[in-house]
């Protein structure tokens, strides 16, 4: 038995449907002479160029050491990687300090901190818990965060005061397309000699990418519902 054309053209675009539904295939459909120039603007100022755009529209994500800023001490990385879903929720499920706890990796708590000074009204003190341990042995870290909110693209963050040295980054939301965002993670850290050091190869080396990869099926949940 033959196929009719219009039967086999079916087939075809249905095949074509669950392809582009792979996020790994359809990150792949869109080329860097397919960003607008703001958008390779804004890579180019994170030092993301054609070939490590590449790597994380594949669907990787995508981690690089940066350099100490001069006076600072600690380790300097980042993280790339893909989010599903508009730049407004993707802002909203990075700004919502309360949720984060449900998803984010080692986080615990969150609470808002009264300022020594007044700030502007886009900028709070936070004070927020990390829990780290193998097994039975957990260490709490706290940190009380100076916090800047410029929705919908980045939230960034310097240490008041805390557990930790040293404790400032940001998150960083470059549209790519209306659906698709590419986030920045960047973070430096020195956890001084109040904390274990192996925290510092946790926050800086393994849980770059699961905090991505959190965020990604956050958004992508988000979505969906």
Known sequence: MFLGIKMIKKIVLSCLFCLISIP?????????????????T???????DKK??????????????????????G???????????????????????????????????????????????????????????FSLIKFDVSIVQHVSYNPPYKLSW??????MKVNEGYYRIIPLTKNKQL?????????????????QSMLTEQDLPNVVKALQKRVEEKTIN
Not at 25 to 38: D, I
Not at 54 to 73: A, D, E, L, M
């Open 24 to 40: 790994s295939f359809a990150n792949s459909l869109l080329g860097w002479e397919e960003l607008s120039a703001k958008a390779k």
């Open 42 to 48: 804004e890579l180019k100022s994170e030092n993301i």
């Open 52 to 73: 490590l755009f590449k790597q994380i529209i594949s669907g990787k994500i995508v981690t690089v050491h940066r350099t100490v800023p001069s006076g600072k001490t």
């Open 75 to 133: 380790v300097h990385v980042a993280a790339f990687g893909i989010i599903n879903g508009t730049t407004d929720l993707t802002y909203n499920v990075i700004e919502d300090c309360q949720k984060l706890k449900e998803f984010m990796p080692h986080f615990t708590s969150c609470k808002e901190q009264k300022p020594d000074t007044k700030l502007p009204d886009n900028e709070k003190w936070m004070e927020n818990t990390l829990t780290f341990g």
């Open 158 to 163: 310097d240490r008041v005061r805390g557990d």
């Open 183 to 199: 986030l920045v993670y960047d973070i430096l850290s020195d956890v001084g000699r109040a904390v274990p050091g192996f925290i």
